[in-house]
T-cell receptor
Framework: DADVTQTPRNRITKTGKRIMLECSQTKGHDRMYWYRQDPGLGLRLIYYSFDVKDINKGEISDGYSVSRQAQAKFSLSLESAIPNQTALYFC????????????FGPGTRLTVL | DQQVKQNSPSLSVQEGRISILNCDYTNSMFDYFLWYKKYPAEGPTFLISISSIKDKNEDGRFTVFLNKSAKHLSLHIVPSQPGDSAVYFCAASARDYGQNFVFGPGTRLSVLP
């Protein structure tokens, strides 16, 4: 079984809708991350969490929110989706310290019409 | 302005030959660098790392070279195999400052049989 799972794997939604992307991990890592990938821009950090009570904004947090429900679960929400949030979203985990290797989930392809 | 650049969006190499993927960075505080490989429909997976105290790190067919004065690193794959065909991301962090990784836009490598 995969160590880092993401649901859904693909989602098409309409402008203005609220959507939640979920991430679960069995690696026992404290640190979890959400990234988005856009063509020509690589992966950009949206939010990250170092433990259950810790939430930090990344490079591009506007329009997104997160919830760290448990050590193993980290959800990303788009409160009111817009077309330029169409992207590939990745969840990742790492052991402390944060600069160690990150382990990525398979990604969620989100399309906002 | 991108702090981590991979100026070649794509690269084609014949099987058995050397593949050289390049990465340039602008932030002189970066002191730890990773390369990730990504196959379609999968998340990135860690390939190799290098700390700024070294100028070379080798792992099997993969070698990363770091030139701090030029703010440049490169990944060499010798010999290249068709299974190496993937997108390669360079990532950098200012580890001593506890900063998160910054990713380059990626280079798509195609190894031709």
């Amino acid at each position: 079984d995969a160590d880092v799972t993401q649901t859904p794997r693909n989602r098409i939604t309409k402008t203005g809708k609220r959507i939640m992307l979920e991430c679960s991990q069995t690696k026992g890592h404290d640190r979890m991350y959400w990234y988005r990938q856009d063509p020509g821009l690589g992966l950009r950090l949206i939010y990250y969490s170092f433990d259950v009570k810790d939430i930090n904004k990344g490079e591009i947090s506007d329009g997104y929110s997160v919830s760290r429900q448990a050590q193993a679960k980290f959800s990303l929400s788009l409160e009111s989706a817009i077309p330029n949030q169409t992207a590939l979203y990745f969840c990742a985990t790492s052991e402390a310290p944060s600069t160690d290797t990150q382990y990525f989930g398979p990604g969620t392809r989100l399309t906002v019409l | 302005d991108q702090q981590v650049k991979q100026n070649s969006p794509s690269l084609s190499v014949q099987e058995g030959r050397i593949s050289i993927l390049n990465c340039d960075y602008t932030n002189s505080m970066f002191d730890y660098f990773l390369w990730y490989k990504k196959y379609p429909a999968e998340g990135p997976t860690f390939l190799i790392s290098i700390s700024s105290i070294k100028d070379k790190n080798e792992d099997g067919r993969f070698t990363v070279f770091l030139n701090k004065s030029a703010k440049h690193l490169s990944l060499h794959i010798v010999p290249s195999q068709p299974g190496d065909s993937a997108v390669y991301f360079c990532a950098a962090s200012a580890r001593d400052y506890g900063q998160n990784f910054v990713f380059g836009p990626g280079t798509r490598l195609s190894v031709l049989p």
